[in-house]
C-alpha cells in the first residue's frame, strides 16, 4: 500500500512541474484525493457493497470536483491534473502512468449493460475538456488533444485532434509522457492554407490569361481579390 502510495506521488511530481513537495501533494491535489477514495470504492463496488461504494464515490465528487463511477478500473501512477468536472464511466478501463487533464469526459454511448465506456491504456495524455465516447480504446502513449470529442479507436503512440476527432500523427517514437499537448497539429488550419496557396496559385494563371489576351481587371475584381487576402491574412 505505502509503496503503491510513493509510487503515485512520484509520477505526480514527474508531471507536474509545480507539484513543489510530498506535504503539498497530500494536501492540496484533488486528483490524488479522488483516486484514493475511488479504490476504497472500487474495493467496495467488486465486494458487492454496491450502495457504500456509490456513497463513498458521490463523497469524493462532493470534495473534489471529479466524478468516476465506483466500478472504473484505474491502473497505477494515473494522474488526474486539476481535476475539475472530470468524468469517468462505469465500464472504463484506465491504465498505467495516464495523464488526465481537467474538463475530460470517458463517457457511454449505449444504454446496455454491457462495456460501454472507452478503454485508454498505458501513457495516453488526454487534454483539457476532451471527451472519449463509447466502448473504444486508445492506444498507449497516445495524445488525445485539448477540446477533442474521440469516437473511434486511436491506435497506438497517435495524436488525435478535433470535433470529431481525428488522427494527425501516427506510430511516433515517443516512450514517455509528453506534456506538450498545446502543441498538437490543426487540420483545419492545414486545410485552410492549402485552399490559400491554391487561391493564390488560381490568382496568377488567371493574371496571366488576361495579361495574354489583354483583358483589364475592373476595379471591383481587384476590390474582392484584396477582400479575400484581408480574409486569410486574419
Known amino acids: 500500500m505505502f509503496e503503491n502510495l510513493r509510487s503515485e506521488i512520484k509520477a505526480i511530481k514527474q508531471k507536474d512541474p509545480a507539484a513543489r513537495s510530498t506535504l503539498e501533494i497530500f494536501l ?11 479504490r476504497v470504492s ?3 463496488w467488486n465486494h458487492s457493497l454496491k450502495l457504500l461504494a456509490r456513497m463513498n464515490s458521490n463523497l469524493a465528487r462532493f470534495i473534489t470536483g471529479i466524478e468516476i463511477h465506483p466500478g472504473a478500473t484505474f491502473g ?18 484506465v491504465g498505467d502512468d495516464v495523464l488526465i487533464y481537467q474538463g475530460v469526459i470517458l463517457g457511454g454511448t449505449s444504454t446496455e449493460k454491457t462495456k460501454r465506456h472507452p478503454t485508454v491504456e498505458k501513457g495516453v495524455v488526454i487534454g483539457a475538456g476532451a471527451k472519449v465516447m463509447g466502448n473504444i480504446t486508445i492506444g498507449e502513449y497516445s495524445k488525445i488533444g485539448t477540446g477533442a470529442v474521440v469516437l473511434k479507436d486511436v491506435p497506438p503512440q497517435s495524436t488525435c485532434v478535433g470535433v470529431p476527432g481525428r488522427i494527425v500523427k501516427c506510430r511516433g517514437e515517443r516512450k514517455k ?57 486574419k
Do not use: S
Not at 492540496?28 to 475511488?38: I, K, S, V
Not at 497505477?76 to 478501463?93: L, N, Q, S, Y
Open 28 to 38: 492540496c491535489y484533488p486528483g490524488f484525493y479522488a483516486l484514493l477514495f475511488h
Open 42 to 44: 472500487h474495493w467496495l
Open 76 to 93: 497505477k501512477r494515473v494522474f488526474i491534473d486539476h481535476g475539475m468536472g472530470v468524468v469517468v464511466g462505469e465500464t472504463a478501463i
Open 177 to 233: 509522457v509528453d506534456l506538450d499537448h498545446n502543441k498538437l497539429p490543426d487540420p483545419v488550419a492545414d486545410a485552410i492554407r492549402t485552399l490559400e496557396k491554391h487561391l493564390k496559385e488560381n490568382d496568377k494563371h488567371i493574371k496571366i490569361l488576361f495579361d495574354k489576351n489583354e483583358i483589364c481587371l475592373t476595379e471591383d475584381i481587384r476590390e474582392e481579390q484584396k477582400d479575400l487576402e484581408d480574409l486569410f491574412k
